[in-house]
């Protein structure tokens, strides 16, 4: 099946861009982000909680909507830890991201799925180093961050104690290659990158297409010419006419098949760049 993808760049609707000069200048390195929507438990929210909660030095920003389960059971356990801060549902094209993600140092996304959830991408656009597990990872995830090999309290506490011994200058290079790769992830590289295979894929089954049905007629003519003609015994009037119709059919498959395939890929086209223009 892989040779038969076509792999793009991720989409992000996250447009509103932070200030990496104030972000290098305000980040807290012991402040840690777990962004998420739905499906909190997969996304390994229980995991995030119950170590953050044995360690209070720490602080975590827990953004998105939790499932009713979840609030229901770490509302009563988490009183007591004052280091964990829940802020609900937030825009992330609002200041109060941008004011929160540029005192955040490390986004943790343990999830048992996805791969490379919007959640991360935003979070990286912001600067942000992602700590990230090997399902929700994206292929530069060791140069730019730090992956969990399994979804464990033993395997956050690793990624926590390797964030907390980088040096404050390895931690401003991250920040900034975070900030510069996650800048590819964007609804204009996505719409470019999509319409240019779009074209490509259409442009190549048009031409394949057109000679599969091409030489197939083709086949089927020169069997009933050579039957309308060529075998007969006796060449009447008759035979001679059908012998002629059928290169003349020949003749207009060649001509009007082709001119059919390459109309049918223009307006394919056009159709792309009028819906891609909006």
Not at 102 to 114: K, Q, Y
Not at 155 to 165: G, P, R
Request: glycine share 6%.
């Amino acid at each position: 099946i892989r040779p038969k993808i076509s792999l793009i760049d991720q989409s992000s609707n996250l447009y509103k861009k932070i200030s990496i000069e104030q972000k290098l200048k305000t980040y807290r390195r012991n402040e840690f982000l777990w962004l998420g929507g739905g499906g909190s438990l997969l996304k390994g929210l229980d995991l995030v909680l119950d170590y953050f909660c044995q360690h209070r030095e720490l602080i975590l920003h827990v953004l998105g909507n939790i499932n009713q389960e979840v609030n229901d059971y770490y509302s009563k356990n988490l009183v007591q830890c004052d280091n964990i801060f829940f802020h609900g549902f937030v825009d992330l094209n609002t200041d109060t991201f941008i004011h929160l993600a540029e005192r955040v140092t490390f986004g943790i996304f343990p999830s048992a799925s996805e791969g490379a959830p919007g959640a991360m991408i935003a979070s990286m656009k912001c600067g942000i180093i992602p700590i990230s597990s090997k399902y929700a990872a994206f292929d530069d995830i060791d140069k730019l961050g730090f992956m969990l090999n399994n979804l464990t309290i033993d395997e956050i506490e690793a990624s926590v104690q390797w964030a907390t011994q980088l040096k404050p200058a390895k931690i401003s290079d991250m920040i900034m290659e975070n900030y510069r790769y996650a800048s590819k992830w964007s609804l204009e590289n996505f719409a470019v990158q999509f319409e240019t295979l779009l074209r490509m894929k259409i442009d190549t089954y048009t031409r394949a297409l057109s000679w599969l049905l091409y030489f197939s007629n083709w086949k089927f003519f020169d069997e009933c010419t050579e039957y309308s003609y060529c075998d007969k015994p006796n060449h009447s009037i008759i035979g001679y006419i059908i012998h002629l119709y059928f290169i003349f059919c020949k003749s207009i498959l060649w001509k009007y098949g082709l001119i059919c395939s390459i109309y049918f890929s223009i307006i394919c086209n056009l159709s792309i760049s009028n819906y891609f223009s909006r």
